[in-house]
């Protein structure tokens, strides 16, 4: 029986490797048989020999990707790809992605979840072994082999040559010359750090890299004097630092950072301004930058982007201001910097209600914040946003600032009655809420029918 070869699926391919066998073969056999053949010859059998190779790699790569368009199950496909899933991961909210596809999201500087667009915690990718479990038994069951091309993936973001090293360290050199050299030298830095996740890791390398990268921004520089090409090249290229994890530390602790982040929160383009929040919010992934950070007083610059609501900004200001006040010392920062007013205007202009909502029900658990939220009669339209709204979360997070301000301000114990004598909004979501919100609303209910209960024995 002849010998299967790896051409033999496709006529077309078969047929020009075969045309290419007997050519190399004739070829050969001049070569072996005159000792005189010239070297077009040999040159000519070469070119065979290369071109039978690309058939075949071009083959095994259409074999190895054979199952790409298979119909697979939907929750085995990735989100982002919709291919069937190599190594399935789960992000902070709970969804799970295909490793090198979510990586390469956060990589670019997203930092919310692609399939429900709320802002991640944190950017820690855990393994979904049941998921990768059971479409390893789905593949084993149609004899398809699943291959892991997370390593491919990896190996190509960490490869660092000398040829990077010396490039990275020209560049760095050039910050410091004519105003032409810094331009250049910056916008291809920029370039590097946002294509090239080895170049991130080489400032990290080096003990003055950051420091070099910042120096046409720093000195007696007076803002006005500062190019806006050149200060909006920087900082995207520190934000691009401050997306690997490894540089998190050095870049906030690097003197200057976070005052000229600062400084760019206020006088930047717009896309400087809303890059320059982004890193304050990829810094803020560590506690300890979201201290430093919240002390350096960012908070109300942050506010301040937020409330002018340029669509390019306001969310990488509202991720930022959520994630510095995870800790509890920045959420007095922030309600003392007027975020409570301008997260209310934001919400009653059905602005990134979502985002907006999750913040303002972080600063419930600070007693002047819900003082605030009262005093500006939010107690009504939170209230219909839970009636009106078809997200579960966005009702969760209203409630539980409703269940705050039952606790601090009886004054509004009113308006909560007469929302549950009309609507009965709160019973509805103690019975069909998330399990958060049937407890907050479980415990307005028990705290409204105490005081009834109180008033009808005296």
Request: aromatic share 4%.
């Amino acid at each position: 029986m002849a010998k299967t070869g790896v051409f033999d699926s496709d006529p077309t391919v078969m047929g020009k490797a075969t045309e290419l066998k007997r050519e190399l073969q004739r070829l050969i056999d001049a070569i072996i048989d005159d000792d005189n053949c010239s070297t077009d010859t040999i040159d000519h059998a070469k070119e065979i020999i290369s071109a039978l190779k690309e058939l075949k790699l071009r083959k095994r790569s259409r074999s190895s990707n054979r199952y790409e368009n298979l119909i697979c199950p939907d929750e085995f496909r990735c989100p982002l790809s919709r291919e069937l899933m190599r190594d399935p991961v789960v992000v902070s909210t709970g969804e799970t992605y295909d490793r090198p596809f979510i990586h390469k999201w956060l990589r670019s500087g997203n930092r919310t979840c692609p399939r429900t667009q709320q802002v991640l915690s944190h950017t820690n990718l855990t393994p979904n072994h049941l998921i990768r479990e059971i479409i390893s038994q789905w593949c084993t069951s149609r004899g398809i082999e699943l291959q892991d091309r997370v390593r491919v993936h990896c190996l190509d973001d960490d490869v660092i040559t000398e040829a990077d090293r010396d490039r990275f360290l020209t560049l760095i050199e050039n910050m410091s010359m004519t105003i032409s050299e810094q331009k250049a030298a910056a916008k291809e830095l920029r370039m590097l750090t946002k294509r090239m996740p080895s170049f991130r890791a080489l400032f990290g390398e080096s003990l003055d890299a950051i420091s070099l990268l910042l120096s046409p921004l720093c000195g007696d520089k007076s803002q006005s004097s500062v190019h806006a090409d050149l200060q909006e090249d920087v900082i995207t290229t520190l934000l691009n630092l401050s997306i690997h994890d490894n540089n998190k530390k050095l870049v906030a602790e690097t003197p200057n950072v976070i005052p000229l982040l600062k400084e760019a929160l206020r006088s930047g383009t717009m896309e400087t301004r809303s890059n320059a929040a982004a890193a304050l919010f990829t810094l803020s992934a560590l506690d300890s930058n979201k201290a430093l950070i919240g002390k350096s007083g960012a908070l109300k610059p942050l506010i301040d982007l937020l409330d002018e609501g340029h669509p390019l900004s306001i969310k990488d200001a509202a991720s930022a201001i959520f994630n510095l006040c995870i800790l509890h010392e920045n959420k007095a920062r922030a309600v003392r910097d007027g975020a409570v007013r301008v997260l209310l205007k934001k919400i009653m202009n059905q602005m990134h209600v979502d985002e907006l909502l999750a913040i303002l029900a972080m600063l419930s658990s600070h007693q002047k914040a819900v003082e605030e939220i009262g005093e500006l009669g939010a107690v009504p339209s939170l209230f219909r946003i839970i009636r009106e709204s078809s997200c579960s979360r966005n009702k969760e997070n209203c409630i539980v600032i409703i269940h705050a301000i039952c606790l601090y301000d009886r004054t509004k114990w009113k308006d909560m009655k007469e929302e549950e004598k009309w609507y009965r909004t709160i019973s509805e979501l103690a019975k069909n809420g998330t399990s958060r919100a049937k407890r907050k609303a479980s415990g307005i209910l028990e705290r409204l029918n105490r005081a009834v209960n109180m008033t009808h024995t005296a």
